[in-house]
């Protein structure tokens, strides 16, 4: 089942699959009340997580949150942590702070 990580090419620079993905649920700060959060696996055996919901950040940009683990659980509990570290940085929350990643990218 592991054999995609011993998988070379010279032209593909990096191989990740999707390990596992959630709906996360939110109803104080996040105005939509849920997102997506996809945990990735490298071909090393790392992981890699992002949220659909990105937040806008003091110079106007749209960044979604990112973590990283040794294991899905972990990947996923730095997502989330590094998202909601995100909105500490808000003052007041507002609807305008949020936008979905394009689905085509996510």
């Keep these: ?3 995609w990580k011993e998988y070379s090419n010279n032209q593909i620079v990096k191989i990740e699959r999707l390990a596992q993905e959630f ?3 939110e109803l104080k700060r996040i105005p939509y009340g ?18 659909n919901l990105m ?3 003091s ?3 749209y ?13 996923l509990d730095d997502t ?5 570290s995100q909105l500490d940085n808000i003052i007041e929350i507002k ?3 949020f936008q979905y990643v394009d689905p085509m990218d996510f």
């Design 34 to 51: 849920k997102m997506k959060i996809r945990i990735y696996e490298s071909q090393n055996g790392n992981y890699m997580g992002r949220t």
């Design 1 to 3: 089942m592991d054999d």
């Design 23 to 25: 709906e996360v649920w």
């Design 80 to 84: 989330i942590n590094d998202f909601f």
């Design 63 to 75: 960044n979604p949150g990112i973590g990283h683990g040794q294991t899905v659980v972990g990947a």
């Design 55 to 57: 937040v806008k950040d």
């Design 95 to 97: 609807e305008s702070d």
């Design 59 to 61: 110079a106007g940009s």
